[in-house]
T-cell receptor
């Protein structure tokens, strides 16, 4: 069964450092998303990406964040200068049509900023 | 008022009982309604989705949407210990390119053998 793959599963970084979270979406999917979940809180939308550009972003997705699809298979989230409050689970999702019921989520990357 | 509200639980039921979960929402633009299951420190897994109002059944799961009341429900029949997880409702308004999901906070369910 096809799945969304995220690496690493856990990343520890020092405050102020840059991190890149990586995702390999399902191969024929065209729509890509990042969500995050702070421990004990709800899953929150960060950004959606289609046709090599951001289609929507939330207020959380400020200038510290960027996304990229550097090749035909990877989708990355970069946090330029991490803050303690960036500690969370980050989930990548993808879908082939953009219809919300067809989004598949990865297992997440747990980011810990110390 | 929060956009999507969900009782955090925990909801503890004996094995075999019916689990009843619900969410309320405030945004009238929502048209797609999903239920996800999430195990600890794992990604959300889609269980059911419904477009607009009505009921949908899939095996032991039944999803209901009442748009007039802005209320959605998920029922799990013949619950099993393996159903113990956090259940998230999520909603979306259709857009042309990509559709963000707005999640509830999740209800933790514990099914006791």
């Amino acid at each position: 069964e096809p799945e969304v793959t995220q690496t690493p599963s856990h990343q520890v970084t020092q405050m102020g450092q840059e991190v890149i979270l990586r995702c390999v979406p399902i191969s024929n999917h065209l729509y890509f998303y990042w969500y995050r979940q702070i421990l004990g809180q709800k899953v929150e939308f960060l950004v959606s990406f289609y046709n090599n550009e951001i289609s929507e972003k939330s207020e959380i997705f400020d200038d510290q964040f960027s996304v990229e699809r550097p090749d035909g298979s990877n989708f990355t989230l970069k946090i330029r200068s991490t803050k303690l409050e960036d500690s969370a689970m980050y989930f990548c999702a993808s879908s082939d049509t953009g219809v919300p019921d067809e989004a598949f989520f990865g297992q997440g990357t747990r980011l810990t900023v110390v | 008022q929060k956009e999507v509200e969900q009782d955090p639980g925990p909801l503890s039921v004996p094995e075999g009982a019916i689990v009843s979960l619900n969410c309320t929402y405030s945004n009238s633009a929502f048209q797609y309604f999903m239920w996800y299951r999430q195990y600890s420190r794992k990604g959300p897994e889609l269980l059911m989705y419904t477009y607009s109002s009505g009921n949908k059944e899939d095996g032991r799961f039944t999803a209901q949407v009442d748009k007039s009341s802005k209320y959605i429900s998920l029922f799990i029949r013949d619950s099993q210990p393996s159903d113990s997880a956090t259940y998230l409702c999520a909603m979306s308004a259709f857009k042309a390119a990509g559709n963000k999901l707005t999640f509830g906070g999740g209800t933790r369910v514990l099914v006791k053998p």
